[in-house]
Nanobody, 124 residues
C-alpha cells in the first residue's frame, strides 16, 4: 500500500514559521514529482509548491519568497518550510505525489496519491 502521511501543521502567530513533512510509505513506487496544495473551505485548491526528482521547483505566487519546498530521497520525505506566515495562509495543506510503480503487479504503470491533509492556522 502506497501512502503519503503528513505532519507539522498547527496554530501559529502571524510572522511565525512551520515546517510541514510528508512521508511516503512503501517501496514499490517512485515519485517523479511531488507537491503541496492548499484548500480553503468553499474555494478551489491552489498549488503551493512542487518539486521534481531533479530538484526543479515551482511555487504559487503567494508562496514565493516565504515558503521553500524540498525533498530527501534517502528519508523518502518531502518538506515545506513556511516562514513569515500570514492569516491568509490559513488552510488545509495536502501533499501530492505522481510517478510510477517499481514493483508488484502494477510495475511500470503511472499513478498519483494524496496525503490526508494537515491544518495550518495563523492567528493571534
Amino acid at each position: 500500500q502506497v501512502r503519503l502521511v503528513e505532519s507539522g501543521g498547527g496554530l501559529v502567530q502571524p510572522g511565525g514559521s512551520l515546517r510541514l513533512s510528508c512521508a511516503a510509505s512503501g517501496s514499490i513506487f517512485r515519485f517523479n514529482t511531488m507537491g503541496w496544495y492548499r484548500r480553503i473551505p468553499g474555494e478551489a485548491g491552489d498549488l503551493v509548491a512542487a518539486i521534481s526528482e531533479g530538484g526543479v521547483t515551482q511555487y504559487g505566487g503567494f508562496a514565493k519568497g516565504r515558503f521553500t519546498i524540498s525533498r530527501d530521497s534517502a528519508e523518502n520525505t518531502m518538506y515545506l518550510q513556511m516562514n513569515n506566515l500570514k492569516p491568509e495562509d490559513t488552510a488545509a495543506y495536502y501533499c501530492h505525489g505522481a510517478g510510477f510503480y517499481t514493483a508488484g503487479p502494477r510495475a511500470g504503470r503511472p499513478d498519483d496519491f494524496w496525503g490526508q491533509g494537515t491544518q495550518v492556522t495563523v492567528s493571534t
